[in-house]
């Protein structure tokens, strides 16, 4: 299930447009997606804190690329 969220996490950041950057694309998709499972495991700062790291590089990466 981990691995399943943090894919979606990369899958959805590069083709998801907000019309904000896409850096911000990232930390929002980052936080709503980890929210469930850090709501279930009750381990709210690292899996919300990697989230959206991991969503904010990406959308910079993004950002570099596209």
Do not use: C, D, Q, W
């Not at 590069?14 to 896409?22: K, S």
């Not at 990232?26 to 709501?39: D, R, T, W, Y």
């Not at 709210?44 to 596209?66: R, S």
Request: glycine content about 14%; proline content about 6%; cysteine-free.
């Amino acid at each position: 299930a981990a691995f399943i969220e943090r894919f979606m996490i990369g899958f959805l950041i590069p083709n998801m447009e907000l019309g904000i950057h896409p850096a911000l694309t990232g930390l929002f998709l980052g936080a709503s997606l980890s929210l469930p499972s850090a709501i279930i495991t009750r381990a709210y700062a690292p899996i919300i804190g990697t989230g959206i790291v991991g969503g904010v590089i990406i959308g910079f990466i993004v950002k570099a690329i596209l």
